[in-house]
């Protein structure tokens, strides 16, 4: 089990800029053992992102392909295998061991929409 993490503020948790999108495309990276490179549609005023996951290991890239889901949206780009990822996919499940689960909407929204 993983330690429980400090306490952070309003403020703390208010920058973080959590939003649905679309997947477009979702392939496998070359040479990685864990990542798939994800195209995601955030709608128009963000635009389409790339974003970089290493859940290779559970899920098969094609699988990814039109499922709406949650992403943090404002990380500064990191660079992985060469590639930049421009965000993050939200999943529950702290183990290493087991599958972990993605955060969907109930019900379809817009691409961009946000949590409050």
């Known amino acids: 089990m993983n330690q429980i993490k400090p306490e952070i503020t309003y403020e703390d948790f208010s920058k973080l800029d959590i939003r649905a999108g679309t997947v ?3 392939e496998r990276v070359e040479g990685s053992e864990k990542l798939i490179k994800l195209l995601v549609d955030f709608g128009p005023e963000i635009g389409q992102k790339q974003i970089l996951t290493g859940l290779l ?3 098969k890239p094609e ?3 039109g499922l709406q ?15 930049m990822s421009e965000g993050m996919i939200l999943a529950l499940g702290l183990s290493d061991e087991e599958k972990p689960t993605l955060l969907k909407p109930k019900r379809k929204v817009k691409n961009g929409e946000g949590v409050r």
């Open 63 to 65: 699988s990814f392909v």
């Open 69 to 83: 889901t949650t992403f943090i949206v404002n990380l500064p780009p990191r660079k992985m295998m060469g590639l």
């Open 24 to 26: 477009l495309s979702a």
């Open 57 to 59: 290991k559970w899920y």
